[in-house]
């Protein structure tokens, strides 16, 4: 939502995730509000988020750490079993009806799913 500065600091604001204000619940169009009334109690809401972080509901969320590159999570589409339902070791077919809800692990050879 179209959100300006000025809208922490007026008395039209919802104070909510989903609406910006009373008379504008979408947000301002221009960057400027014809309905904007200072309120002489508010501080103003700083909108600064670290980087891997973003807000949910005004709580600061910290987002996991990836363990693979974009280029590893690609290779791991050409040969994990989730993915092509066969032993990237000795080629043997998954049960793709009943698949394992954690490990990879072949009955056939000694291939080990070791990336969890």
């Given at each position: ?40 109690n508010a501080e103003p809401e700083e909108l600064w988020e670290p980087e ?32 092509t339902g066969r032993c990237p070791s ?27």
């Open positions: 939502m179209p959100k300006i500065p000025e809208c922490d600091r007026c008395l039209n604001n919802a104070r909510s995730p989903y609406l910006v204000c009373a008379d504008h619940p979408t947000g301002s169009e221009d960057n400027f509000c014809p309905d904007f009334t200072p309120d002489p891997g972080a973003s807000y949910y509901d005004g709580e600061l969320i910290l987002q996991p750490k990836q363990r693979w590159t974009p280029e590893e999570q690609l290779e791991r589409l050409d040969y994990h079993p989730m993915f000795c080629e043997m077919p998954f049960d793709m009806k009943n698949t394992p809800s954690v490990h990879w692990d072949c009955p056939h050879c000694e291939w080990v799913d070791d990336s969890v």
